[in-house]
């Protein structure tokens, strides 16, 4: 199989670099690689150019839209059948596309979906943040955790398509959050297929500072009521524990003022989280800051699933993000 690799560029010219760099490294070299900087002030076409004897490159430039729409116009230029959509802060396993071609010739789906891991050269924050994005602690584990065949949802940070299914739902709409859940629920409502490819996995670099990951999360959170709305029934239970977890922590720390035994809730909740993360990365620093990923990532995605909840769903207002230049964050 041949695939066009799409990405999606916004003031990132180390990440590319990076990216590209071990796209040079497949054991499969059946690929084109689309670049599509974003209405970017810091270009990357330097970088770019670097691996125009090593690539089979092609590089857009256009104004700023957000990355669903960018993917959307490289998607227009794609000469294959099959696409693979990954975001800037990823670098990918050397085995990745002779992995993925071999899986959809024996088994094939119209869209796939892989997990992230992080490297060891991350940093501390980078490790952390990847610990709660992928923990059962914060309900990352229970997010796309599963094997199924039938309805997973993959992001699109690793995200491989059909340009025939791509097609059929017009792409990625014009969400700037939660846009990638979106798709998937039209490519299921139109009947295509979607998997998890446990092995496709790729090394994810979370750029993020934990007020990024902050913003990050909160607007996560009120995409899914919008999501909600635009998708009736797609809104599940597990999507509401941030928000019960914030409702009460909150009140585990009014009641704590009278009752002081009560914050032992919290503070057996952070030392699961370290002991989860130290048994993982075996790193007392790691363990430590994936306490504060974790805090962030819940309150963050809680207090943006409460909010939209409140203004959507109750005083009935209209589509809003709290965040929005932070759409590449």
Not at 185 to 203: K, M, S
Not at 223 to 231: F, P
Not at 245 to 256: P, Q
């Amino acid at each position: 199989m041949f695939f066009s690799i799409i990405i999606p560029l916004y003031n990132r010219p180390g990440e590319i670099d990076e990216l590209l760099a071990s796209l040079c490294e497949q054991t499969n070299q059946q690929f084109e690689v689309i670049i599509v900087e974003d209405g970017s002030t810091v270009s990357s076409e330097t970088v770019v150019e670097k691996y125009r004897d090593k690539l089979t490159i092609t590089y857009i430039e256009k104004d700023n839209s957000g990355p669903g729409l960018s993917r959307n116009t490289g998607a227009g230029k794609a000469i294959h059948d099959y696409l693979i959509f990954f975001d800037s802060d990823c670098i990918i396993p050397s085995n990745y596309i002779t992995h993925v071609s071999q899986i959809l010739v024996e088994k094939y789906t119209d869209a796939y979906g892989g997990p992230d891991a992080a490297l060891p050269t991350f940093t501390t924050v980078q490790k952390a943040i990847n610990y709660s994005m992928t923990s059962f602690f914060t309900t990352g584990g229970i997010r796309g955790g599963k094997k199924s065949m039938g309805q997973f949802h993959p992001r699109s940070f690793n995200l491989g398509v059909s340009k025939k299914a791509f097609n059929a739902v017009g792409g990625f709409g014009n969400m700037r959050f939660g846009e990638d859940i979106d798709f998937i629920l039209r490519l299921l409502d139109n009947g295509f297929q979607t998997a998890l490819i446990p092995d496709a996995y790729v090394w994810h670099k979370r750029r993020s500072t934990f007020k990024q990951f902050f913003k990050q999360v909160h607007n996560s959170g009120i995409a899914r009521i919008n999501l909600h709305l635009a998708h009736p029934g797609s809104l599940r239970a597990v999507h509401a524990l941030p928000a019960l977890f914030v409702l009460g922590m909150s009140l585990i720390v009014i009641l704590s003022l009278f009752h002081p035994v009560l914050l032992f809730i919290p503070v057996t909740y952070s030392m699961m989280v370290f002991l989860d993360s130290l048994m993982m990365h075996r790193s007392v620093k790691v363990a430590f800051y994936s306490i504060g990923a974790a805090w962030t990532q819940l309150t963050g995605y809680g207090t943006g699933f409460l909010s939209a909840t409140w203004k959507r769903l109750i005083l009935k207002r209209a589509d809003f993000k709290a965040f929005e230049k932070k759409f590449y964050d």
